[in-house]
C-alpha cells in the first residue's frame, strides 16, 4: 500500500521517473520474449558491410575503385542525391540516386552490359543505398555487382581527385 | 452578465473570466472546478487533447514495437544517436510511447507527467527531423509506419508542432488562476 501511495501521490517530475523505468523493465521483458527481438546493443558501425556479406555483394576497396578510375573495365555508380553528385563525384561514376532506380534503367542499359562490373557507392560506411543499388541491379540482371562500402568520403580523403558537375 | 476579457499569465494568452457566481463562505475564494483554469481550458479540453496526442502515439508505438529492428534502423538512419545507444533506445522508446499514451487518457494522476514525457519525446523527435533536414538527409520519418516510405519533410515539423500544443495543453496545471478568482469568482 505504502508503494502503491507513493505511486499515486508523488511529484510529476518522480512519476516520469517512474514511467522511464516502468518503459525499461517492460522494453527488457519484451525484448526477451519477442520472436524478433533486438539486443541491447547493436553492431551499426558495421552494418553495411555485414548487410551486403549477407545478401553476397561483394566489397572492393579503395584501391580497387581507384584502378578502375585509371584503367577501366568496370562502371562506377554514385548512388547519393544529384545534388552531392554535382558537387563532386568519382571521375567517370555515374550518377545513380537511390529511389530513381525505374526512370534510369533504360538509360543505363544503353551504358552497361549486363556482364560488366559494376561498383556502387555513396557518402560512407554508414549509407545503404550504394547496398541499395547494389541489390536492385543484381535484380535486374546484372551479373558483377560490387559495393565500394567505404564509398566517397574514403575516396576524397585518400586525396584522390574529384570531378565536379554533372 | 457577459465574460469580461482579462489578462491571464500563459504566455499572453488571454484567460476569459467567468460570470459571477453565487459562494459561500467555504467556496470563497475558490473558483469552481471547470468553469476558470488555465488558459480557459476545462478540465474536458484538457483531458480531450491528452487524449488525442495518447492516441496518436499508441498509433505509432505499434509497428515499432513489433518490429524493433525496423525502428532501430529508423534511428540509424538519422545518424545522430551513438551506435551502442540506438539498440536500447528502440526497446525503450516504443514502451515509453505506449505508457505515456495510455497514462495520458486513462490514469488521471499521471496525466500530468505522462504528458510531459510526450511533449519531450516530441521535441526530441522534431529537433531530429529539423536537424536532418538541415543537413539535407533524405531520411525516412519511421514516424508510424514501417513499411510506407515517408521522407522527412518540412510538414512533420508543423505537424509536431501542433501535437507538441495538444501535450502541452494536457500538461497545464488544473489549479486555478488568482487571477480568475479576483475577476470572476468575487
Given at each position: 500500500m505504502k508503494v502503491r501511495r507513493a505511486l499515486l501521490q508523488s511529484s510529476v517530475s518522480a512519476q516520469v521517473v517512474v514511467l522511464i523505468v516502468a518503459a525499461v523493465v517492460c522494453g527488457a521483458v519484451a525484448s526477451a520474449l519477442h520472436p524478433r527481438g533486438i539486443p541491447w546493443v547493436g553492431e551499426w558501425a558495421r552494418r553495411v558491410e555485414a548487410l551486403a556479406e549477407r545478401d553476397g555483394i561483394p566489397v572492393v576497396g579503395l584501391a580497387r575503385v581507384k584502378e578502375l578510375?585509371?584503367?577501366?573495365?568496370?562502371?562506377?555508380?554514385?548512388?547519393?542525391?544529384?545534388?552531392?553528385?554535382a558537387a563532386g563525384h568519382v571521375p567517370g561514376a555515374l550518377s545513380l540516386p537511390r529511389g530513381t532506380f525505374y526512370e534510369t534503367l533504360v538509360g543505363l542499359e544503353l551504358l552497361l552490359s549486363r556482364e560488366e562490373l559494376v561498383v556502387a557507392y555513396c557518402s560512407g560506411p554508414e549509407c545503404d543505398d550504394a547496398l541499395a543499388v547494389a541489390l536492385w541491379l543484381r535484380e535486374q540482371g546484372f551479373a558483377q555487382v560490387a559495393l565500394f562500402v567505404e564509398g566517397f568520403e574514403a575516396w576524397r580523403r585518400a586525396g584522390y581527385p574529384v570531378e565536379v558537375g554533372g | 452578465m457577459a465574460p469580461r476579457r482579462i489578462s491571464g499569465r500563459g504566455w499572453g494568452i488571454k484567460v476569459t473570466a467567468i460570470p459571477r457566481v453565487q459562494q459561500n463562505e467555504q467556496t470563497r475564494g475558490?473558483?469552481?472546478?471547470?468553469?476558470?483554469?488555465?488558459?480557459g481550458l476545462t478540465p474536458?479540453?484538457?483531458?480531450?487533447?491528452?487524449?488525442?496526442?495518447?492516441?496518436?502515439?499508441?498509433?505509432?508505438?505499434?509497428?515499432?514495437?513489433?518490429?524493433?529492428?525496423?525502428?532501430?534502423?529508423?534511428?540509424?538512419?538519422?545518424?545522430?544517436?551513438?551506435?551502442?545507444?540506438?539498440?536500447?533506445?528502440?526497446?525503450?522508446?516504443?514502451?515509453?510511447?505506449?505508457?505515456?499514451?495510455?497514462?495520458?487518457?486513462?490514469?488521471?494522476?499521471?496525466?500530468?507527467?505522462?504528458?510531459?514525457?510526450?511533449?519531450?519525446?516530441?521535441?526530441?523527435?522534431?529537433?531530429?527531423?529539423?536537424?536532418?533536414?538541415?543537413?539535407?538527409?533524405?531520411?525516412?520519418?519511421?514516424?508510424f509506419s514501417s513499411a510506407a516510405a515517408d521522407p522527412i519533410r518540412w510538414r512533420?515539423?508543423?505537424?509536431?508542432?501542433?501535437?507538441?500544443?495538444?501535450?502541452?495543453?494536457?500538461?497545464?496545471?488544473?489549479?486555478?488562476?488568482?487571477a480568475c478568482v479576483e475577476e470572476g469568482g468575487r
Open positions: 578510375t585509371d584503367r577501366g573495365g568496370g562502371m562506377i555508380l554514385d548512388a547519393r542525391s544529384v545534388e552531392s553528385y | 475558490q473558483t469552481p472546478i471547470g468553469k476558470c483554469c488555465a488558459w474536458y479540453v484538457r483531458w480531450g487533447a491528452g487524449a488525442v496526442i495518447g492516441g496518436v502515439f499508441l498509433w505509432a508505438s505499434w509497428h515499432k514495437l513489433v518490429e524493433p529492428e525496423v525502428f532501430a534502423t529508423a534511428i540509424f538512419r538519422y545518424q545522430l544517436v551513438p551506435y551502442v545507444m540506438i539498440n536500447a533506445l528502440a526497446i525503450v522508446l516504443p514502451w515509453l510511447e505506449v505508457l505515456a499514451g495510455v497514462c495520458v487518457i486513462a490514469v488521471p494522476r499521471y496525466r500530468r507527467a505522462a504528458a510531459l514525457v510526450l511533449l519531450g519525446l516530441l521535441v526530441v523527435y522534431t529537433a531530429a527531423v529539423v536537424i536532418n533536414l538541415v543537413r539535407g538527409m533524405d531520411t525516412d520519418c519511421g514516424c512533420h515539423v508543423w505537424r509536431n508542432a501542433g501535437f507538441m500544443l495538444l501535450a502541452l495543453m494536457a500538461f497545464r496545471e488544473p489549479r486555478q488562476r488568482p
